[in-house]
Nanobody
Framework: DVQLVESGGGSVQIGGSLTLACAAS?????????WGWFRQAPGAQCEMVAS???????YYSDSVKGRFTISKDNAKNTLYLQSNSLKPEDTAMYYC??????????????????????WGQGTQVTVS
């Protein structure tokens, strides 16, 4: 079975930084698909945060643009989310997702959660 394991979450002060990581299980090769980060706060809908295409193009939601950076190490099969200038509204469970084969055809800017085939269990980020 494919496993995505997130790490790096925690509690941080307003304005602080965290780097989240998402490691895929050994043997899972998804270099030709898009990966992404979602988040969900209590009582709120799941929100697409950022995604990275197979050719390295990055996409961000307006709420994190300029503060977060998504990256991927294909050799390690690991996805990262560098989050800076954190705000209380960034508090949420953050989920890694892989195997998105939706094409950026101009119909919408960001992929949706139904476009992804694999999900991690999540890592909690709390900003206060």
């Amino acid at each position: 079975d494919v496993q995505l394991v997130e790490s790096g979450g925690g509690s941080v002060q307003i304005g602080g930084s965290l780097t989240l990581a998402c490691a895929a299980s050994r043997g899972f090769d998804d270099a030709d698909a898009e990966w992404g980060w979602f988040r969900q706060a209590p009582g709120a809908q799941c929100e697409m945060v950022a995604s990275i295409s197979p050719d390295g193009k990055e996409y961000y939601s307006d709420s994190v643009k300029g503060r977060f950076t998504i990256s991927k190490d294909n050799a390690k099969n690991t996805l990262y989310l560098q989050s800076n200038s954190l705000k209380p509204e960034d508090t949420a469970m953050y989920y890694c997702a892989a195997d998105c084969r939706w094409v950026h055809d101009g119909s919408r800017y960001l992929p949706s959660k139904t476009d992804f085939g694999y999900w991690g269990q999540g890592t909690q980020v709390t900003v206060s």
